[in-house]
Nanobody
Framework: QVQLVESGGGLVQAGGSLRLSCAAS????????MGWFRQAPGKERQLVAA??????YYEDSVKGRFTISRDNAKNTVYLQMNSLKLEDTAVYYC????????????????WGQGTQVTVSS
């Protein structure tokens, strides 16, 4: 049974930082593309960042502020979020990907339960 368990969300002031973690089990982690999506109220879920092997993808609004990384020994993927803005407020979901493209489309094989990130002024 595949499980993706996120942690690290919370409340932070604008300009601050958070690091999200996603611990995976039940899947061949090192060969699996992994991603972080987010969904704000009233908006569609959106791919924010993805990583497969050493290749990464970032949505334009987070480039230069967010960094996705993975530790295959720990079966964990991270999202370091710096210089957070009010518009980064959303539920963030970890995902095991079937594929993703450089245009931001992706097919998801597995979802985590989500973690809330709230950025305050």
């Amino acid at each position: 049974q595949v499980q993706l368990v996120e942690s690290g969300g919370g409340l932070v002031q604008a300009g601050g930082s958070l690091r999200l973690s996603c611990a995976a089990s039940g899947l061949p982690f090192s060969s699996r593309g992994m991603g972080w999506f987010r969904q704000a109220p009233g908006k569609e879920r959106q791919l924010v960042a993805a990583i497969k092997w050493t290749e990464t993808y970032y949505e334009d609004s987070v480039k230069g502020r967010f960094t996705i990384s993975r530790d295959n020994a720990k079966n964990t993927v991270y999202l370091q979020m710096n210089s957070l803005k009010l518009e980064d407020t959303a539920v963030y979901y970890c995902a095991g990907l079937r594929y993703y493209t450089n245009s931001g489309s992706a097919a998801v094989a597995y979802w985590g339960q989500g973690t809330q990130v709230t950025v305050s002024s």
